[in-house]
């Protein structure tokens, strides 16, 4: 099954909850890229069970999650600047 790149963003005011989706995220391998943003490779079946889980933890309170599957050509097409300050 092909894997995509996904990028999944969520807000969550609740410090547990947010804590516990960022773990989610941890255990499939995603890499954070945001505050409250991860992105990595994602087959649909994991996507799947990823969005459960999320969706799950998030039931416990309030909360909205988006999870963005992008091909192979449009992932080579994204920009990213950063800056650091010293």
Known sequence: MEELTHYIFYDIEVDRIRNRVSEICK????????????????GRNKRQELFLK???AIEEGSGKVLILPLCEKDTREIKE?????P
């Open 27 to 42: 255990d499939y391998g995603l890499e954070r890229i945001q505050f409250s943003g991860f992105s990595g490779k994602l």
């Open 54 to 56: 999320i969706t799950h």
């Open 81 to 85: 600047y950063v800056q650091l300050v």
